[in-house]
């Protein structure tokens, strides 16, 4: 059990008053309640009710809440860094980040279990990415630690279709779409939506390569033209497009929804490569979106955290083959 000390520098009727009076939740005492020894005054166990004296040493738990309960995968994982307070993790592309029905047992949660190995571990991931998107992943250790990160800011990387030639933002509202009290997976922009915006700046202007490749290469057969038509459903379009470009584009999101920078690109008409729910049909297997760069404050600490890390091998690969 890790403990939280401070001084005491005035009188309080309660440890109860104390803890309000400085930000902590209901969640979050209660949870102190729970059991003896999460409290500790001047060395010894105490409940919410004791009063405190200026003077006084307090401690309590950093992290008084259950054991998180999922399945631990044991797999190697990316760290990018770690100490007593953050883990921070390089997620790949094609790995969910928390458990579904359909990847129970191939998920970053479950691997950062594994790798903490602790049965009072509790995951708190400070943000999420979409299973194909890759980059930095941020994960508290203890509820303290989580309750005093703040101003976290992220860079994300994305290619996307079409040529973009001035910075863009795009601010429209995001909503979920629920059938039968089901979530589906797609989003759309809608007025009842919650707020969010982002900015897109261009960094490089690019060729498909890929896509010219491949058209050079079906047009030498004109059998194989037609075998790729039947097998993209007729789509023709798919196949004698004549808009090759493709930019490399910084993204910055306010606050950030689920599917944000893919909705809010193809809304202006520059789906991310390989998005197959807002994009179009092309000749990658995800899309390419990367958190390259996060910085955050932490005010237990007083200090400033920035991590970057470079673009993953298939994403290198593809902005190397389109210079």
Same mark, same amino acid.
């Given at each position: ?16 008053? &104390?803890? @309000? ?6 969640? =979050?005492? @209660? ?30 738990? #950093? ?9 631990? /995968? ?33 998920? +970053? ?6 790798? /903490?190995?602790? *049965?009072?571990?509790?995951?708190? /991931? ?7 998107? *890759?980059?930095? %992943? +941020?994960?508290? @250790?203890?509820? %303290? ?22 910075? &863009? ?37 690019? @060729?498909?390569?890929? &896509?010219?490749? =491949? ?6 057969? &004109? #059998? ?7 097998? *993209? ?12 470009? +493709?930019? +490399? ?11 944000? /920078?893919?909705?809010?690109?193809? *809304? ?46 298939? =994403? ?8």
């Amino acid at each position: 059990m890790k403990y939280l000390e401070m001084k005491i520098e005035k009188n309080y009727e309660s440890v109860y008053i &104390f803890l @309000k009076e400085h930000g902590y939740s209901e969640h =979050f005492i @209660k949870n102190l309640r729970a059991y003896f020894g999460a409290i500790k005054v001047n060395g010894k166990a105490e409940n919410i009710n004791h009063k405190l004296k200026i003077g006084d040493t307090l401690k309590i738990d #950093r992290n008084p809440f259950k054991g998180t309960e999922i399945e631990k /995968i044991y797999a190697p994982i990316d760290v990018v860094y770690e100490d007593d307070y953050y883990l921070v993790v390089n997620k790949p592309a094609l790995l969910p980040t928390t458990p579904t029905r359909s990847h129970y047992h191939n998920n +970053l949660a479950g691997m950062v279990c594994a790798y /903490i190995d602790d *049965s009072e571990f509790t995951l708190r /991931i400070m943000n999420r990415l979409d299973k194909d998107a *890759s980059g930095l %992943i +941020l994960i508290a @250790k203890d509820t %303290i630690t989580y309750q005093n990160t703040v101003n976290i800011e992220k860079e994300y990387y994305a290619i996307c279709h079409g040529e973009i030639r001035n910075k &863009f933002v795009v601010e429209a509202p995001i909503c979920t779409v629920i059938n039968y009290g089901i979530n589906e997976r797609k989003r759309i922009i809608s007025p009842f939506g919650q707020y969010a915006k982002t900015t897109f700046t261009p960094l490089k202007r690019l @060729k498909d390569v890929k &896509f010219l490749n =491949f058209r050079c290469q079906v047009m030498k057969n &004109f #059998r194989m033209i037609l075998y790729k038509i039947a097998l *993209s459903g007729g789509n023709y379009n798919y196949i004698r497009k004549e808009n090759y470009a +493709l930019t +490399l584009v910084k993204a910055e999101i306010f606050k950030g929804r689920t599917h944000q /920078i893919r909705l809010h690109a193809s *809304s202006a008409n520059h789906p991310l490569i390989g998005d197959e729910i807002y994009g179009k049909r092309d000749l990658y297997n995800h899309s390419y979106l990367h958190l390259k760069k996060m910085k955050f404050h932490n005010n237990e600490l007083n200090k400033d955290f920035v991590f970057e890390i470079p673009y993953p091998a298939d =994403f290198k690969k593809v902005v190397k083959s389109l210079r």
